[in-house]
């Protein structure tokens, strides 16, 4: 069965310390990764995706992630975090056989950065 | 507005009773996706619709839970005989299909007693 494995339920961090969310995946065929945000109070937003070329993705607010296939993994990460960074986060796959573009999502993590 | 906009944004019932959720997609997106979000069970896929084609309802967790979308547009879901299990908050997304981002609403959070 898909799957979807975020290691860190709840992660508390200063403001300025460097994050880094683990994400591991469980799929025999090719996929297109996601990481979604979800600030308090608001939906889920897109913060970055990797379909295909260099497995270092660049997305919005200063976040990447790196596919790395033999791991089956795509971790997020963030050099320096800011309080504004409180939210949850969610890894999500979608299979491209299908084509359906439906998502698979782990479990989510917590993050709370203190000012 | 240009969000995705769903409605009613909570719902409490009676176990037993029948809901319907609706979901208002981004205008022109093909592509529309339910989610339930509930502890324990993290986010889960219900159904997914894209244009004329038959829905993929792999995701439904029961023959009480179904789904329509009228006119290619707005969609709604039905969960009929509710039980305090699917109390959830229930995401409706839509896309513009193929690998185009989806968009979320702010969910429903239906509280069965």
């Known amino acids: 069965a898909q799957s979807v494995s975020q290691h860190n339920h709840h992660v508390i961090l200063s403001e300025a310390a460097s994050l880094e969310l683990g994400c591991n995946y469980s799929?025999?065929?090719?996929?297109?990764l996601f990481w979604y945000v979800q600030y308090p109070g608001q939906h889920l937003q897109l913060l970055l995706k990797?379909?295909?070329?260099?497995?270092l993705v660049k997305g919005i607010k200063g976040f990447e992630a790196e596919f790395i296939k033999s791991k089956f993994s795509f971790n997020l990460r963030k050099p320096s975090v800011q309080w504004s960074d409180t939210a949850e986060y969610f890894c999500?796959?979608?299979?491209?056989?299908?084509?359906?573009?439906?998502?698979?999502f782990g479990q989510g993590t917590t993050l709370q950065v203190k000012p | 507005g240009a969000g995705v906009s769903q409605s009613p944004s909570n719902k409490v019932t009676e176990k037993g009773k029948d809901v319907e959720l609706r979901c208002d997609p981004i205008?022109?997106?093909?592509?529309l996706y339910w989610y339930r979000q509930s502890l324990g069970q993290g986010l889960e896929f219900l159904i997914y619709?894209?244009?004329?084609?038959?829905?993929?309802k792999s995701g439904l967790p029961s023959d009480r839970f179904s789904a329509e979308r009228t006119g290619g547009s707005v969609s709604t879901l039905t969960i009929q005989r509710t039980q305090q299990e699917d109390s959830a908050v229930y995401l409706c997304?839509?896309?513009?299909?193929?690998?185009?981002?989806?968009?979320f609403g702010d969910g429903t959070r239906l509280s069965i007693l």
């Open positions: 999500a796959v979608s299979p491209i056989s299908g084509n359906t573009g439906k998502l698979i």
């Open positions: 799929y025999g065929g090719t996929v297109n």
């Open positions: 990797y379909f295909s070329g260099d497995p």
């Open positions: 205008s022109g997106h093909t592509a």
């Open positions: 619709f894209q244009g004329n084609s038959a829905p993929d």
């Open positions: 997304a839509s896309s513009g299909g193929g690998r185009q981002p989806q968009h």
